[in-house]
């Protein structure tokens, strides 16, 4: 009987091993099909069949977005706005989720709700509202124009909250009873305990700035002030769409986030399910 039931597990240990590769090979070949058609001439790249590696390797495609574009400036703008978010973002939502949970404050429950409540409303909807607003102050074409709206990450604050709800009540108190401040029992108290939690989302927040595209698509119309994502899509020219250009650049544009995913990984993993578990 045992020598079934391991035989058993090995079969199915077997038949799950293939499913996960057959996965990641669906998963990686779109990408891989946008690399190697990034380095084909134009011609092959509109052939009406499939080659699975280029006849001639070229790397003009390249060449010509990192000498004939503006990605330099772009990728600029796009490290200035996504810092600034994940920055504020996370200071924000820290001491949010801490007020919520560690402070007594009229409608606290309620502010709590409309958090949770939140979720219920995609950012698409509010996109006319956002661009009324940021129009109104006069920050299109602006750094600040593309970094306020995208400060507000509901999922991060309840992260927060969750954290600073499981922290056992005798720190709090033994800080209390010292006297110290809040501001104090934040800083020497909280906050060391949760740096992973921190650099996780930190890292998360950066990777969601630096893909956005539709609200830097609709708040920036100037060249110079586009972030690499709606910068990509300026690499063609009056005399139609080239798509061995678009994909280098799109490769040039994720080649940084590919970077630092594969350097945090674990973080980025231990982020996600985070969010996974908030949202379950």
């Known amino acids: 009987m045992k020598v079934q039931t ?48 280029p006849d001639t390797l070229t790397f003009s495609h390249y060449i010509f977005a990192l000498t004939e574009t503006e990605i330099g ?15 504020l973002t996370v200071s924000s939502s820290l001491l949010c989720g801490y007020a919520i949970s560690q402070l007594d404050f009229p409608f606290r429950k309620v502010l ?19 661009f009324e607003l940021v129009a109104n102050l006069g920050l299109i074409n602006s750094w600040a124009g593309i970094v306020l709206p995208q400060l507000i990450h509901p999922v991060i604050i309840i992260v927060y909250k969750q954290f600073f709800d499981g922290v056992p009540k005798d720190f709090r108190e033994a800080a209390v009873m010292d006297n110290a401040s809040e501001w104090r029992i934040l800083t020497r108290v909280y906050i060391p305990m949760n740096w992973g939690v921190t650099t996780a989302l930190a890292i998360v927040c950066f990777i969601w700035s630096w ?29 139609g769409v080239y798509y061995a250009r678009e994909l280098s650049a799109a490769v040039l544009a994720g080649l940084p986030v590919a970077i630092a995913y594969l350097i945090f990984q674990r973080r980025v993993t231990e982020a996600i399910t985070l969010s996974a578990g908030i949202k379950g």
């Open 73 to 87: 400036r772009w990728y600029l703008n796009s490290i200035v706005t996504a810092v600034a978010v994940t920055v």
């Open 112 to 130: 709590w709700w409309l958090i949770l409540a939140s979720f219920m409303v995609p950012m698409q909807t509010l996109i006319v509202n956002h």
């Open 211 to 239: 893909n956005s595209f539709l609200w830097p698509f609709l708040a920036v119309t100037r060249t110079d002030m586009m972030t690499i994502t709606v910068g990509i899509t300026q690499v063609n020219d009056a005399f």
């Open 6 to 53: 391991l035989r058993r597990l090995n079969r199915a240990g077997l038949v799950i091993t293939l499913l996960t590769v057959l996965a990641a090979v669906i998963w990686a070949f779109p990408l891989y099909w946008g690399v190697v058609s990034s380095l084909k001439p134009e011609d092959e790249v509109v052939r009406p069949y499939i080659e699975l590696w």
